[in-house]
């Protein structure tokens, strides 16, 4: 069930836009996703867990992809790739990928934030049609526009319906959480700096 503050941000996605008119904010809704790439519609079927993530901004996400991003990693014996981070997040993340058995939904891209948002975005699309849409909004455009793309592959080869229901799709979703949790208490705390 959708609460209302999510709502309100659902479909007001312009209020945390910077190419927002204040004519669009108030008026214009439709007219508006359809100049930012935004259904407008809210889906029939979701998965309510998604809308933790309604309102984050990219200092949320991009910490939060870095770290899902490093889950898959250390899942996939790829632990070259954890070199670069910070001992307290390399920690955490082996420990974390060790009880999740996570599924990779796109090929890796070499970078562990590239990689954590791309897998969000098709993630997104399978659990909460629309969602995407709107946070992409809050990134940096290269970052958006990447996951973009790597999300219009993964739905023309219609994978979406695949990754949105089963034991996979939980404990994605359940990992997501974790990331964002451990990215927000390292930010409120200053660790890894």
Do not use: K
């Not at 990779?104 to 975005?121: F, N, T, V």
């Not at 993964?154 to 404990?171: D, T």
């Amino acid at each position: 069930m959708a609460q209302g503050e999510f709502l309100d941000w659902w479909f007001n996605p312009s209020m945390r836009s910077e190419n927002a008119s204040p004519l669009s904010r108030r008026l214009a809704y439709r007219l508006w996703c359809a100049e930012q790439g935004v259904r407008p519609d809210f889906p029939r079927a979701f998965d309510s867990g998604w809308q933790q993530f309604a309102g984050c901004d990219a200092q949320a996400l991009l910490p939060a992809a870095r770290l899902y991003g490093a889950l898959l990693a250390v899942r996939e014996g790829r632990h070259g790739a954890l070199a670069s981070l910070p001992s307290g997040e390399r920690r955490w993340s082996l420990a974390t990928a060790a009880i999740q058995p996570l599924v990779r939904l796109c090929r890796p891209s070499g970078d562990l934030q590239c990689d954590g948002l791309r897998e969000l975005a098709c993630a997104m699309e399978a659990g909460f049609p629309g969602m995407w849409d709107r946070l992409r909004l809050v990134l940096p455009g290269e970052s958006a526009a990447d996951a973009g793309a790597v999300l219009t592959g993964f739905m023309l080869r219609g994978l979406v319906n695949g990754a949105a229901s089963g034991a996979a799709a939980r404990r994605r979703l359940r990992c997501w959480g974790l990331c964002l949790e451990q990215a927000d208490r390292v930010r409120s705390q200053g660790e890894w700096q």
